[in-house]
DNA sequence: CTGAAAGCGCTTACAG
DNA sequence: CTGAAAGCGCTTACAG
């Protein structure tokens, strides 16, 4: 006879328990072929864990870093029944220093886990360090650093979401150049958009041979008007006929577009945002590039929870799909359920 | 002062509380936000359910049929914690009575829901007729039947889905004619691929003008390899440039095209079976729109799951996404996660 | 109509 | 090292 204390020592490996009645127990385990109920388990431990996350701010809701935010909110209100609380932080994608700030606050939390989004390369890499001194497990989302210890990656494959990218540009393109606009300053910060660029120009370099001529330009600053001017005049000069936007800001592009009468191109650029979703309607717009954000949120929180509170393994760098989303699909993808 | 038992009464309407301490506990519940603890809550009712599904038999395990099932059998298997199971029936594609056998057998039990594909029209409305009967509610996986009383459908807009394989190969094919082929018979009952090839068709109506002309063409019986020479001269006599499968089977004309050699024809089928994924990689299938089945086996249970344990609410009707899968991209779509 | 008690399957101190 | 008891937040008979 053993009592049901000594039973749960053996299974949560407390100690304290004889060795010769550990295997006896161990066996009567395996015979029933027991498995915890881990409702009255987690209902009796009254665990409790805090998280905090780190992820741009948007400036709007219609931002796409509005839409990760969902999906989090989502598995949270779930977990709370679990005693889980969530700490969100932000930062600016204009400013490292707002990154350190805040990841300098999340430090002083002391949470249980973190999920946040590696954006500026060396402040992540020393929040990192700090964090694994702490033996904080943390989740990587949008972007990532390879072999940085984190628990896990959350996001696109970039460099293959650009061979996407070019491709399908390739296919509806019989002639003319290309133009790839960045939307965004600090370049060489921002591994993302510099792995679709790179995937997208050796999609036309390994398959393409010379039918078209590639082009980059960037657009630090969309609050000046001047950049319109600007990218119609190359588009006008390069003889340009398509369009890669490396990020969710195609919506500009089809703002020019519009503008300047420049139907013709054809384009190419990311995320359901409501606004890129209008241009793809309108035919401006030919294909998004998506990455269902909100499940992206949804499945950080719950892969740090289950590391977490449930101690349950999780696999490592799980890429999400590269969605390709045309007019005639877009809303069956615009909708979260889970 | 209640007691517990008493608040537990008005909470759950079960009646035999006083007007007057009804109200008061229900004001106290507003004040106090009071949200039940569901893991509390089944904990101690120890509910339990029966369901039973009604799906194709897969004749092997890399056919498509065996896909939603694995998605059940993952939400089964989490579900087991609640005291749910789930009794397997399944019907053979080519044969009515076989339908109707397995859709008695299912009646017979008297689950408390049931997940099944209205594969044959027919024989699928009377089935419902006896569920409705019975109040058994019902989830349509696969194919639906419009206003049947379902509780929902989990599926693709099969209209829709042609719709986009018609600009897909519209897209890369710049001249000759297509052919839409059925690999299946019995397709009046069929619903399904037909509202496919309905939408396929309408794209061009509507879109290409007269650049392609359109053929169909079924193919009742693999087993007979007479099809493949049958194929193969209509094929030449129509200067075929395009193919269209309009279901999973499209490996078949991957096999096609090797034994004759007609690598310059642009093929679109449906689904990530395994061998279809090889000819995705091999350049000889171009496009393969899917739908993961795994996801809609996890989200039928689940679905009938929180209607009749969790009395929840469940939207109506919502459309599973239509991906677009090519070479560049399969990789983040084989694995089924949640 | 109302209250008090037992129990769901676990975990967590605590006494020995 | 081991056992017995209390409690997690509910539900479910049952006595009054």
């Given at each position: 006879m053993v009592s049901i204390g000594t039973v749960d020592r053996v299974l949560h490996n407390r100690g304290e328990v004889a060795e010769s009645t550990r295997n006896r127990i161990l066996g009567i385990i395996k015979d029933l072929d027991y498995q915890p109920n881990f409702l009255a388990?987690?209902?009796?431990s009254k665990k409790s864990a805090v998280f905090a996350t780190l992820l741009p701010k948007p400036p709007s809701a219609h931002e796409y870093w509005y839409k990760p935010v969902v999906g989090i909110n989502k598995r949270i209100s779930e977990l709370s029944q679990y005693g889980i609380e969530v700490k969100p932080f932000t930062f600016s994608q204009t400013d490292p220093l707002s990154f350190i700030s805040a990841s300098n606050q999340v430090l002083k939390l002391l949470p249980d886990g973190v999920v946040f989004a590696p954006f500026f390369k060396k402040e992540s890499e020393s929040f990192i360090n700090?964090?694994?001194e702490l033996s904080i497990p943390f989740v990587f989302i949008d972007s990532e650093i390879k072999n940085a210890g984190q628990l896990g990656y959350i996001g696109q494959n970039?460099?293959?979401s650009g061979l996407v990218s070019g491709k399908l540009l390739?296919?509806?393109l019989r002639e003319g150049n290309i133009l790839t606009i960045h939307f965004a300053r600090e370049m060489d910060n921002q591994n993302h958009l510099v792995q679709r660029e790179k995937g997208f120009y050796d999609w036309f370099s390994k398959n393409s041979g010379d039918n078209h001529k590639l082009y980059t330009t960037e657009v630090p600053d969309t609050t000046d008007p001047e950049w319109m001017e600007r990218v119609r005049q190359t588009i006008l000069d390069k003889n340009i006929k398509g369009i890669f936007v490396t990020n969710s800001k195609?919506?500009?592009?089809?703002r020019l577009i519009e503008k300047f009468g420049l139907q013709y191109l054809k384009v190419i650029g990311h995320d359901l945002l409501k606004e890129n979703i209008g241009y793809l309607k309108k035919d401006i717009v030919h294909f998004l590039i998506c990455q269902r954000p909100e499940e992206q949120g949804y499945s950080a929180i719950n892969k740090i929870f289950?590391?977490?509170?449930?101690?349950?393994?999780t696999g490592n760098e799980n890429y999400s799909s590269i969605d390709?989303?045309?007019?005639?699909?877009?809303?069956?993808?615009?909708?979260?359920?889970q």
């Amino acid at each position: 006879m053993v009592s049901i204390g000594t039973v749960d020592r053996v299974l949560h490996n407390r100690g304290e328990v004889a060795e010769s009645t550990r295997n006896r127990i161990l066996g009567i385990i395996k015979d029933l072929d027991y498995q915890p109920n881990f409702l009255a388990s987690t209902l009796a431990s009254k665990k409790s864990a805090v998280f905090a996350t780190l992820l741009p701010k948007p400036p709007s809701a219609h931002e796409y870093w509005y839409k990760p935010v969902v999906g989090i909110n989502k598995r949270i209100s779930e977990l709370s029944q679990y005693g889980i609380e969530v700490k969100p932080f932000t930062f600016s994608q204009t400013d490292p220093l707002s990154f350190i700030s805040a990841s300098n606050q999340v430090l002083k939390l002391l949470p249980d886990g973190v999920v946040f989004a590696p954006f500026f390369k060396k402040e992540s890499e020393s929040f990192i360090n700090h964090l694994k001194e702490l033996s904080i497990p943390f989740v990587f989302i949008d972007s990532e650093i390879k072999n940085a210890g984190q628990l896990g990656y959350i996001g696109q494959n970039s460099y293959q979401s650009g061979l996407v990218s070019g491709k399908l540009l390739d296919q509806i393109l019989r002639e003319g150049n290309i133009l790839t606009i960045h939307f965004a300053r600090e370049m060489d910060n921002q591994n993302h958009l510099v792995q679709r660029e790179k995937g997208f120009y050796d999609w036309f370099s390994k398959n393409s041979g010379d039918n078209h001529k590639l082009y980059t330009t960037e657009v630090p600053d969309t609050t000046d008007p001047e950049w319109m001017e600007r990218v119609r005049q190359t588009i006008l000069d390069k003889n340009i006929k398509g369009i890669f936007v490396t990020n969710s800001k195609v919506f500009f592009i089809g703002r020019l577009i519009e503008k300047f009468g420049l139907q013709y191109l054809k384009v190419i650029g990311h995320d359901l945002l409501k606004e890129n979703i209008g241009y793809l309607k309108k035919d401006i717009v030919h294909f998004l590039i998506c990455q269902r954000p909100e499940e992206q949120g949804y499945s950080a929180i719950n892969k740090i929870f289950r590391h977490v509170v449930q101690k349950r393994e999780t696999g490592n760098e799980n890429y999400s799909s590269i969605d390709i989303v045309i007019k005639e699909n877009v809303d069956y993808y615009k909708e979260f359920k889970q």
